[in-house]
Nanobody, 120 residues
C-alpha cells in the first residue's frame, strides 16, 4: 500500500509564508508526478502546482508566490507559499502518480489534506 502524509498547514496573516510537506511511503517503484491541489469551501478542487521529470506547472493565481520542489531521495514534495492572500485559504491536498512495478499502470494517490487559513 502507498501513503501520502502531509504537514505544515496552519493559520497565517496576509503576506505571510507557510511551507507544506508531503512524504510518500510504501510500495513505490517510481513516482511519475507529485503535486498540490486545494479546495476552498463551496468550490471545486483545483490544481495549485505539479512537478514531473519533464516540467513544473503552476496555477496562474499562485505564479510568482508559490514554489514547488521535490526531494526524490525522500519521496517528498514541498510547497513554499509566500505572500499569502485570504483567497489562498483552503484545504491543500498532496497528489502523486505512482508506479508500483517497473511495468504496468500508474496509480493516483491523495493525502488526507491540510488546512491553510490566511486571515488577520
Amino acid at each position: 500500500q502507498v501513503q501520502l502524509v502531509e504537514s505544515g498547514g496552519g493559520l497565517v496573516q496576509p503576506g505571510g509564508s507557510l511551507r507544506l510537506s508531503c512524504a510518500a511511503s510504501g510500495s513505490i517503484f517510481r513516482i511519475n508526478a507529485m503535486g498540490w491541489y486545494r479546495q476552498a469551501p463551496g468550490k471545486q478542487r483545483e490544481l495549485v502546482a505539479q512537478t514531473t521529470i519533464a516540467m513544473t506547472n503552476y496555477a496562474d493565481s499562485v505564479k510568482g508566490r508559490f514554489t514547488i520542489s521535490r526531494d526524490n531521495a525522500k519521496n517528498t514534495v514541498y510547497l513554499q507559499m509566500n505572500s499569502l492572500k485570504p483567497e489562498d485559504t483552503a484545504v491543500y491536498y498532496c497528489n502523486a502518480l505512482i508506479m508500483k512495478l517497473g511495468i504496468g499502470p500508474q496509480y493516483d494517490y491523495w493525502g488526507q489534506g491540510t488546512q491553510v487559513t490566511v486571515s488577520s
